[in-house]
Nanobody, 129 residues
């Protein structure tokens, strides 16, 4: 059973930083692509960053240069370091994976691009002064 658990969300002021964690169990996260999604109130869930099993990373234009995705395969955990946070970064952040997906979908920013089978429960990020 593939399981993903996010943590690290919270309330931060604009310009601040947070590091989110996505802990995997039931499978080796290093063998699959992991995508971080977020969903703001009233908006569709969107992909913000993806890390392939081969180490290729991708970012949505809105977070490029501010967010960094990384892996610690020994801990079976994927991180999302978020710097220079903006109010528009507010939302629930989810990580997703699928045992049969090693590469990042070309259009990973679209929730419907690929039907990931495993999702975490989400962690709330609020950027506000």
């Amino acid at each position: 059973q593939l399981r993903l658990v996010e943590s690290g969300g919270g309330l931060v002021q604009p310009g601040g930083s947070l590091r989110l964690s996505c802990a995997a169990s039931g499978f080796t996260s290093g063998y699959v692509a992991i995508v971080w999604f977020r969903q703001a109130p009233g908006k569709e869930r969107e992909g913000v960053s993806c890390s392939s099993s081969g180490g290729i990373t991708k970012y949505a234009d809105s977070v490029k240069g501010r967010f960094t995705i990384s892996r610690d395969n020994a801990k079976n955990t994927v991180y999302l370091q978020m710097n220079s946070l903006k109010p528009e970064d507010t939302g629930v952040y989810y990580c997703a994976a699928d045992s049969e997906r090693e590469t990042c979908p070309i259009m990973f920013t679209r929730r419907t691009t690929y039907d990931f089978s495993s999702w975490g429960q989400g962690t709330q990020v609020t950027v506000s002064s």
